[in-house]
C-alpha cells in the first residue's frame, strides 16, 4: 500500500505531494526491505556500478540496489570542469562581497572604546539568555505571538539547513559530503525539508506583513526587504524541488539555489539582515543588567559626547539593529507625537559611525541624534525590553543627555532650576527641609534611633508633595496597624534620580554619598519606600558609591503581610491597576501590588499592562522639566485606564500619582478615584478614611 501510494505519487503527482509522507516511506521501506520505485536504471547509474559485479545477484541485493540508485541520484549532481571553475568564481565574488562590507563593520566595533564595565560573567546568565532569547526565540515569540513565531521557524530553519548549505557548496567543488541513503541523511534532509516548508510559509506571510498590512512602527515600507523575502523564498523552493520526482539531479535547479545563496550571502551586511550574525553575540555580550548605566571613568569621561566615546557594545548593538520597531511601538514618547524614536537612536549612532567613525570628534548630538529627542525620554525601558537583538537604549540615551550636560551643551531653564534644587535644598521640590520637619512632627512619626526595623524613606515626593504625603501618611497607619516599628531620617536628601537619568553625575554623586553616610551613622538595616524610582536609584545606582541597606518597595512589604490586613467585604470596587516602568520593567514586581489591589478590591487590568505597561510621563527626570510636546503621555494613559469602567486607579509610585491626578481630571468630570496601594490598605483598616 504504501510502495502504491508512493508510485501514484510519482505517476501523477507533479506538485511538492507531501515530501513529507514520500520520506517517511521511504524510511519505512528501508526498514522493511519493500522496493518503493520500479524504474529502469539510469544510464550514467548503470556507468557507475556502486557495487561490484559478482555481489549483484540475489533478487534482494537487487533490490537494494534500485533503491540505493534512487536515494544516491537525490544527491548527485555531476557538475563538468568549466561549471566548478564558474561556481568558483561566483563562490569568491560572494565571499568577497560579504566580507566587504562585514570587513568594515568588524573594524569599527573593535575601534570603538572598550567598555570599562565589562566583564563576561556572569557567563551563566549569558548562556540562559542566549539560549531563551536567540536559539528558543522566546522573546520574538513573547511579544509578537504570531509574526515571532513565522520569525523563529525562518531561524530554526537557518539552522537547520546549515549542513544543506555546507553539503551543496560542496558539490561545487566535486565533494559530496553527506549522503541522503545513510541513516543520519535520511533523517537529517527529511527534517531539512520540513523546515524548508516551514520556512518558505512563514518568510511570504512575514514578507505580506511587511509589504501589504504595513504596521506603521515597521516605518517605509522597505523593498530590500521585499528582496530578501523573495531569496530566502527561492532558497527553500529550490532546495523542496529537489524531492520531486525527476528533479534530483537537476541542473537548472542546483543552479538556481547556488545562485540564490551567492546573491544572498553578501547582501546579508548590507542590510539589516546583518543581524543574522551579529545578533546572537549581541545577545550573549550585553549588559548584565535592565538599563544599567556605565561608570564615567577619569577626569576625562563625560559621557557619549563624540565618536570617541562610543563603546564597543554600544557600536555591535547599533550595526545589531533589525529595524523591527519594537522599541517605537511601545515608546511613550513616539506614541504621543515626540521626535524620539528609540529605532533612530540605535540607527542614529548607525549612520553617525559609518560616516564619521569611532574616532571622531565629531559632536553625537547633531546630523544623526538629536539632543530633543534624547531629552524626551521617560527612561520608561519599555523599548530596551521589547528589543530582540540586545540593543539596550538606555545606556545610549543616558549617555547622550551626559555628554550634553556634562559640557554644558544642554540649556535648558527647567534642568537648570532642577540641578539647583537638588544642589541648594536637597530634593528636586525645591522646598527647604524645614517643610520636612514640620511635615514628620505633624504625623508624629518616630526618628530612626537604630531600634526600629524599618527605616521608612520618605523620598522627595513623600516629604514635600501634598499627595505623596498622603500616601506616606497612609502606609505609616499600615505598618503601626501591623506593628511594625519603623522610623524616619531626621535628614534625608533626594536620592539622585532625576540627576542620574538627566546625565548629571556630579548632582548624582554628591547626593548618593551624602545619604550613604547618613544612613550608615543611622544604623540602618532595612529600608521601606513608596517609590520605585527611590528602590531603583538607592539599590542600584548608588553602588558606584557605597553599599546601601537592603530597601523594598511598599508593594512588596504590603504583599508579605497581607494576612494580617482585613479582606474586602462584599465584591469590593473594580479598581485598575497601573503597572509604574520603575517596578515592572526595572524591578520585575508585578503581582505584590496586584495581590493588594485584590485583597481589597476587583482587579482589572488595562489593555497594556505588566512587562508591556503604558508610562505615566514622569520618568526620566521629565516631571520637573517643562511643557511636553504633543499629547501628555500621562492623559493618554489615563484615558486607557478610565476606558476600563474601573471606579479606582490603583497606582504604586508617587510620580505616577502626581501624574495621573491632573490628567484624570481633565479627561472627564467624573473620573476614576485614584489611589495609591497604600491608601487602598489603609482604607480598610480605618473605613472613614
Ligand atoms: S525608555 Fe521609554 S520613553 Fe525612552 S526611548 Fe525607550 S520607550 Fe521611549
Ligand atoms: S532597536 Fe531593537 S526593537 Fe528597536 S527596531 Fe532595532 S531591533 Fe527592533
Redesign the pocket.
Known sequence: MIAGKAANSRRGDECLEPVVLLLACVMFAEHHDIVLIERPPAPDALARPVLAPDKLTSPSKMRGIERFSLLHSLLMVELSWPEHALFLILLAASVYGFWFRFGKVWRTVLASKKDPEFHIQPVGRRVTDFVSEVLLQSKVIKQRPLPGIAHAFVFWGFCAFALVTINHFGQGVGLHLFSRDGFFGRIYFSLAAIFGIAVAVSIAGLAFRRLVIRPKWLGKVSYESGFIALLIFLLMVTYLGTFLPGMEENKPLWWAHTLTLLIFMPLIPHTKHL?LVLSPVTVFLKRDKFSKIPPLVGDEDFGLDTGKDVTQLISL?AY?????????QHCPANNTGKVLN??E???GMRGYLNEFGPASEEPLLGKYLLQEAAFQCTTCGA?EF????G?Q?LPMIIGLRRGAVNTGKWEDDYGTKLFLNLERNGNALGFSSTERDKFIQKQEFPIFDGTQEYCLWLGCMGAYDPQGREIISSFAQVMRHLNVSFGVLRKEKCTGDPARRLGNDLAFGQLAENNLETLKQSKVKKIVSICPHCVRTMGTDWAEYGEAPPIEHHSEFLARHLDMLPSKTGDGQKIVYHDPCYLGRYRGVYDAPRSVVGQFGELVDPPRARERSFCCGAGGGLAFLGEEKGQRVSVTRAQELADTGATIVGAACPFCNTMFRDALSGISKTPPKLMDIAQIAASQINPSS
Request: with cysteine.
Open positions: 543581524h548593538q545589531s539593529c533589525v529595524e523591527c520597531g519594537r522599541c517605537t528609540p529605532k537612536i540605535a540607527l523599548c521589547q528589543c530582540p537583538v540593543v537604549h
